[in-house]
């Protein structure tokens, strides 16, 4: 058996049984129309029937009072049925009715004898998302303008109640649904004559009436007085990621996304409005993620780490794993992040650095719907870096000891002395230069009635690497979500609960950073054994990856959202949440990985975490009409606990390789263990004014408590006030919006804030050492900090909403400032307290502010063709703009007041001694030297990025092109070494000075240290020669998808088929060619989100896929 096919577990099983039951119960629980009431009328109407059925049954009768005859109706009757009740009712008349779905009963006309016998009869209801009824909503037949419809009625339009009804020629045609705000679409019309069912219209996608998901409910971006950048299922199906945030790349302004590498399962890391926090790679930058209403958080060891599993240091090449890689992208129905106060407040201390909401699908009432989505497809780098080949790089050797005045030897150059002259290897091409492959299958099964509706999803996703070797990932997800709202609409409950496995075989590093290697370095002796350099640090590539990491993770995300009204427009709330994380690794290193002469034993690394999360929060909610306005209020509390055990061992002298993951087999081992438990409570209130659709309020406050905290302060307060104006429906505006079609400002201006540090800080920590004169003994590792408090962040922004010639465009431009004080971080200690640094509240102030456009478009809308465009721009401007005494800690060789946070200090390069080759910098305070105090800063941010997106679609085709844009000053050149040391360099030391080039720009090749030629280059790293435009443009995802005609898929019984072609990551344009991908960060590079690194690791790879996605 395949050991990546996971095992299904119990949590599996039940969800499947789960799924089964429901549709069983569903199917079975068909609504007969014997249902009993009393009808009492006389000398009525046929208005008066209908009104007494829909307060005495289930039911709900649709009609238009224009048919209704006037005469009179005399009916009573008791334990009649509605069948009957109807069918006496209208005896006589030329009415009939129909049962739409279930308890949707639909009066309509009776059709002539001819219409009977020459045409078909369609008809219907439509539908917003939430079963609103939609009047004025187009129906046509497709192509209309055919020859053959000269004669016939193409078209009609849905009354107030969503009902429509339209005679066609014959039952093999398309219909084409289209209102303004919404999505248009096509459907067969023998749906609605076989099955009238209701069809449920989506909001456009980045339209006012499209619905976005903010703290505690929802609203529509008409309507909303806070900043919210959503992406849709639509957006992310489309791109062949394996992560769902990784779909979020460029596409949201504001959002800074960067993957840490390429490896399957790695994290993604999201900034949103920029660095908060003193530490760009510290936990406190981290967004509070939400799915489906409960708060996801983990643990690496006692601190928060939501972006990554990493237990411990143990985490192979992927550097971390990614929970959310474990988060299935085709059950995501869309992910909205909250950005300003107005948004983010209701999330109290955990709102400082954004909230990202993710919402999962549900069900929609009608017939079970089935859906298979299967794709395939490879990976690859999609660039290199430009290399020595063998002769340039052993020219190069040889020109560094001659510059020197050192002789070559087997010693200091097996290259040069020892090794074969003549074959060389392309270690890029060697090591990341192979094709991994793809597959992912998905199955998903929907439907339900009004009352009860569920969606069951599993997928299998299985991603090898690009590494040499046999190295993958694989993932098994499964999603069920369950709703049911009782027959008078009172009582809801919403179950969901999400398992995946994620299996993952990967080598224990990134041996993307081998790519150096010496061209002609040998992977083998004489004998065929691995071959090794005594006394160098070489690993050999073979070796590398055969030390491995085995990790297996089993994630399950559960939640019960409960809803009853009280009264009219009082409802009452709850949300349930329980989330479990089950990690199990193993890294192994096998003696047959290491260098034969020191003697080497086997080892490996264990480590066992489970982290469980659960949540309740109650709430209140009260909608009226209050004067000519909507009021709606929110009252609520929340309670969450989370815990976080982890064990871990090392161990060795294993007696067989075989055996490195058996625990029992060491010889040796040592075991440590760590227990982590969180609490956190809060209330908190919203309360929101819409009077007349033109002056909108919106408050929120919150009260938090956080065990993270000591007494003095474990608790803080948080709030926000957001104000609209829809200057567009003001009277005076009436006769001039033939352009301008919508028009809003809108404001915000609240705190929000950050308990993200390790937990226990306000405590002294003990840990146990070797016992002293026999008795146990504990050391103090942690200095206790009662007066710890809150990080704060005060937001404000202004913001301007604009949609012209009737919404076909649409722009937003928002301002924005953030201030964070009290920062969470470290102070040092004086020398004789014992201690270097302890965690405390540092008194910084971090200023960040940018302007945010996005624009959007429907350049061209026919019946058979569109094109859409969309971009997005953000601007950032970042500074300290306070810390008192900053001069009398270690804070001073980081940050300036007044400069950028994330900045970097450089020497300025003036480029070589033209009689020696020395690389020469700027002297710039004039003492003769060239020292610490000869560097100016530089800005690493990223002054700004954004992306472009353009759709265009004919007849059944449909084209996406999206390119993402990021300006900004980083790392361009790597350099590990001298040029000419015992390590490959790129080709831009092609153009090196020597004796027959002494006008190069750039120095001359050393590889002995304590020359003078050699000290030169101590500042190189560190000067403007290796930092500079590091801006970028990326492809950075394409999809191709084809629409099978309906007369195919209506013979295959399928509603709807798509075949298509998906790329991601596909081409990179950048002014410097020496670093493989400017996006990726990693620890220990330079300060910043996506600002590069000091060294190579592997970038996202280019993907492209195949599938076909059918529904039944």
């Not at 398309?174 to 459907?187: A, D, N, P, R, W």
């Not at 192979?434 to 929907?446: F, K, P």
């Amino acid at each position: 058996m395949n050991k990546f096919l996971p095992h299904i577990s119990k949590e599996v099983r039940l969800a499947i049984f789960l799924a089964c039951l429901s549709t069983t119960h569903i199917h079975g629980a068909a609504y007969s129309q014997s249902e009993k009431i009393d009808v009492s009328i006389k000398r009525g109407r046929l208005e008066d029937v209908f009104k007494s059925i829909d307060a005495k049954s289930s039911y709900k009768i649709f009609y238009s009072k224009g048919m209704l005859p006037t005469s009179e109706v005399n009916l009573q009757g008791s334990d009649m049925s509605v069948k009957d009740v109807l069918d006496k009712s209208l005896s006589g008349s030329n009415l009939t009715w129909e049962l739409l779905n279930n308890n949707i009963i639909a009066i309509k006309e009776k059709p002539t004898k001819q219409q009977s016998q020459q045409q078909s009869r369609a008809n219907g209801q439509v539908l917003n998302a939430n079963g609103t009824p939609l009047a004025g909503v187009t129906i046509l037949i497709k192509d209309w303008r055919n020859p053959k419809f000269q004669n016939i009625q193409t078209n009609t339009a849905s009354d107030e109640n969503g009902i429509w009804s339209l005679n066609l020629p014959a039952d093999n045609l398309t219909l084409v649904f289209s209102f303004i705000g919404y999505q248009t679409i096509e459907m067969p019309a023998k749906r609605f004559i076989e099955n009238r069912e209701p069809l449920h219209l989506q909001p456009e996608i980045g339209g006012l009436e499209e619905v976005v998901v903010v703290g505690y409910g929802t609203t529509t971006k008409r309507m909303n007085t806070g900043s919210v950048a959503s992406i849709t299922a639509k957006d992310i199906e489309t791109q062949p990621v394996g992560n769902p945030l990784a779909a979020l790349s460029g596409r949201l302004s504001g959002v800074l996304i960067a993957q840490n590498n390429g490896v399957p399962g790695s994290a993604v890391q999201i900034q949103v409005r920029n660095q908060t926090s003193l530490s760009p790679t510290s936990s406190g930058s981290i967004p509070l993620y939400v799915i489906d209403g409960v708060p996801f958080t983990n643990f690496n060891g006692g601190a928060p780490a939501t972006d990554n599993l990493n237990a411990f240091g143990i985490s192979g090449s992927s550097g971390g794993l990614s929970p959310f890689a474990m988060i299935n992208p085709s059950d995501i129905e869309r992910i909205d992040v909250l950005k300003d106060a107005d948004a983010t407040a209701i999330y109290g201390s955990r709102g400082a650095n954004g909230v990202v909401l993710i919402t999962t699908k549900k069900g929609q009432s009608g017939r079970t719907r089935i859906g298979v989505n299967a794709n395939t497809g490879y990976t690859e780098v999609n660039r290199f870096i430009p290399m020595l080949g063998l002769e340039d790089y052993l020219t190069l050797r040889k020109e560094a000891f001659a510059n020197d005045g050192v002789t070559p030897s087997v010693a200091n150059a097996p290259d040069l002395m020892l090794w074969d002259q003549t074959q060389s290897t392309d270690w890029q091409k060697f090591l990341i230069g192979n094709r991994g492959h793809i597959t992912d299958l998905q199955a998903n099964m929907s439907g339900g009635n009004n009352n009860t509706r569920f969606f069951f999803n599993s997928g299998y996703r299985r991603e090898s690497t690009v590494f040499v070797g046999d190295s993958q990932n694989a993932r098994f997800t499964s999603r069920l979500n369950l709703d049911h709202t009782t027959s008078d609409g009172k009582f809801n409950i919403a179950i969901s609960a999400s398992y995946a496995n994620d299996e993952s075989d990967m080598p224990s590093s990134d041996i993307t950073s081998l790519y150096n290697l010496p061209p002609n370095f040998p992977l083998y002796d004489d004998n065929g054994a691995l071959y090794w350099l005594t006394g160098s640090s070489f690993n050999n590539p073979l070796a590398m990856i055969n030390r491995k990491y085995i990790g297996t993770t089993n994630n399950l995300i559960s939640g019960a959202n409960l809803s009853y009204k009280i009264l009219p427009g009082l409802t009452a709330k709850a949300n349930f949440g329980y989330t479990t994380t089950q990690l199990h690794q193993n890294s192994q290193t096998p003696a047959s990985s290491l260098n034969p002469a020191n003697n080497p034993l086997s080892s490996a690394s264990f480590s066992n975490t489970k982290s469980q999360n659960w949540i309740i929060e109650p709430t209140v909610d009260y909608v009226a009409t209050l004067g000519e306005g909507q009021l709606t209020a929110l009252i609520g509390t929340s309670f969450q606990q989370n815990s976080s055990v982890t064990q871990t061992t090392n161990a060795s002298n294993f007696p067989n390789e075989a055996l490195l993951g058996s625990l029992s087999a060491a010889g040796n081992y040592t075991a440590s263990n760590n227990i982590v438990y969180y609490k956190y409570n809060a209330v908190f209130g919203k309360l929101n004014y819409d009077w007349k659709q033109k002056y909108l309020f919106n408050g929120t406050f919150r009260r938090d408590g956080s065990s993270r905290f000591g007494a003095n302060n474990r608790f803080g307060n948080f709030g926000a006030i957001g104000l609209g104006w829809v200057f567009t429906n003001e009277d005076f505006f009436e006769d001039r919006n033939r352009i301008l079609s919508f028009g809003k400002i809108r404001g915000s201006f609240g705190s929000t804030g950050n308990d993200q540090i390790s937990n226990y800080i306000h405590l002294s920590l003990l840990s146990s050492t070797t016992a002293y004169l026999g008795s146990p003994s504990m050391n103090l590792v942690t200095l206790a900090n009662p007066n710890i408090q809150w990080e704060t962040t005060k937001k404000l922004e202004f913001a301007l909403d604009l949609g012209f010639l009737r919404d076909r465009i649409l722009f937003t431009a928002n301002y924005f400032r953030n201030r964070s004080g009290n920062q969470l971080s470290f102070a040092t200690l004086p020398t004789q307290v014992g201690y270097n640094s302890y965690t405390t509240n540092v008194p910084a102030l971090i200023q960040n502010t940018g302007l945010e456009l996005e624009l959007s478009s429907t350049n061209i809308e026919t019946d058979n063709f569109f094109w859409k465009t969309s971009t997005n721009f953000t601007f950032f401007k970042n500074k300290l703009l306070e810390f008192d005494g900053i001069e009398n800690t270690f804070y001073a060789n980081s940050f300036i007041v007044g400069e950028p946070i994330n900045l970097v200090r450089l020497y300025n390069y003036l480029g070589v001694d033209e009689a020696t080759g020395r690389a020469s910098y700027e002297d710039r305070d004039g003492n003769g030297t060239i020292n610490l105090d000869d560097r100016y800063v530089a800005d690493l941010g990223t002054p700004f990025y954004g992306g472009f997106n353009n759709t265009f679609a004919y007849k059944g085709l449909e084209l996406g092109v999206f390119f993402q844009f990021n300006h900004r000053f980083g790392v361009t050149k790597i350099l590990n070494t001298r040029p000419g040391a015992f390590v490959n360099q790129n080709d831009y030391w092609l153009g090196r000075w020597t004796d027959s080039n002494p006008g190069s720009e750039i120095p001359a090749a050393t590889t002995t240290a304590g020359n003078p030629l050699y000290t030169s280059y101590n500042q190189f790293t560190s000067s403007n020669a290796v930092y500079g435009d590091a801006s970028y443009i990326k492809l950075r995802s394409i999809n191709l998808t084809y629409k099978l005609p309906t007369q195919w898929t209506s013979r295959a019984k399928m509603s709807n088929c798509s075949i298509f072609v998906q790329g991601q990551n596909l081409f990179t344009w950048a002014k410097n060619p020496y670093v493989l991908d400017t996006e990726t960060t990693i620890q220990g590079g330079p300060p910043g989100l996506g600002t590069g690194t000091l060294s190579q690791v592997l970038p996202p790879l280019r993907t492209i896929v195949f599938g076909f996605n059918c529904q039944f």
